[in-house]
């Protein structure tokens, strides 16, 4: 018996590999200076290029935008700046909500931004275990709608795949 990949379904799995090679990669304690984290200006840059990008692609853009800023705000909770953290869990959400209204729209990307949102969660829920208490609510609720948006991901791969 013979199995072939139709060349749409090679680049999915592609990038999957890929994906999953970076995120296992990436240590769960990346020190407080990860130089993978953008400056301001280059946040603000993603939010413009999310904001302004074809309906398809905002999804997956703000999803990227989310991701970053939850390891930005991984950053500020391990330099105790949890004040920071807290403004960017804020942001956060508020990017939560922009993916949610996206999903409306046919999107592009689906998977990659399901998996993103996946790890996304995850990194937020190991930054749970590592905030001083009086902040875990803000980090719970933000956890908690991640995790919505992204079980609504995961409902739009499968009804789109």
């Known amino acids: 018996m013979s199995f072939q990949l139709r060349p749409r379904t090679a680049l999915h799995l592609a990038r999957l590999g890929l994906f999953t090679a970076l995120y296992v990669a990436a240590p769960a304690h990346a020190s407080p200076i990860d130089e993978n984290i953008p400056d301001a200006q280059t946040l603000a840059q993603m939010e413009i290029r ?8 905002q999804c997956f853009l703000y999803t990227a935008l989310v991701h970053t800023m939850t390891e930005m705000a991984g950053q500020e909770i391990r330099a105790g ?4 953290a807290a403004d960017t869990l804020k942001q956060i959400s508020r990017y939560a909500n922009l993916i949610h ?6 999107t592009r990307h689906l998977k990659e931004a399901e998996m993103l949102l996946n790890h996304t969660s995850y990194r937020l829920g190991q930054l749970l275990h590592i905030v001083p208490s009086e902040d875990k609510t803000t980090v719970q609720s933000t956890l908690n709608q991640l ?3 992204n079980d609504e991901v995961l409902t739009q791969v499968f009804y789109h795949y």
């Open 147 to 149: 995790d919505q948006v």
């Open 50 to 57: 999310a904001s302004q990008a074809s309906p398809r692609e």
């Open 101 to 106: 209204a996206s999903l409306a729209k046919e």
């Open 81 to 84: 700046d949890t004040e920071h």
